[in-house]
C-alpha cells in the first residue's frame, strides 16, 4: 500500500509543477485579429503578463527596477 501512496503522491506533485510552468509570451506581437495564446498585448489585458515585463509598440519589455543611484542620476 505504500508504494502506490508514494505513486498518487508524486503524479500530484507533476501535475502542479505544470500547472504553475506558464508559456512566457511571445517577444513581439504578430498583429492577427484573433490574438494567439501567447501574445503579449491580450496576456498584458488579462493580467496573466509575467511580473517585470511590459508591452510597449507591440513588443515585450522587461522592466528595469529602479535604485536610488539611477534616481539620483535621472534627477
Known amino acids: 500500500m505504500g508504494k ?3 505513486k498518487a503522491k508524486l503524479k500530484a ?3 502542479d ?3 504553475l510552468k506558464k508559456k512566457m ?3 513581439k506581437c504578430c498583429v492577427s485579429k484573433d490574438r ?3 501574445c503579449p498585448i491580450r496576456m498584458l489585458k488579462e493580467g496573466t503578463l509575467p511580473a517585470g ?3 510597449k509598440k507591440r513588443k ?3 522592466i528595469e527596477k529602479l535604485t536610488k543611484k539611477k534616481l539620483a542620476k535621472a534627477a
Open 4 to 6: 502506490k501512496k508514494d
Open 13 to 15: 506533485k507533476a501535475k
Open 17 to 19: 509543477k505544470k500547472a
Open 25 to 27: 509570451p511571445k517577444s
Open 36 to 38: 494567439c495564446k501567447r
Open 53 to 55: 515585463y511590459t508591452v
Open 60 to 62: 515585450l519589455v522587461k
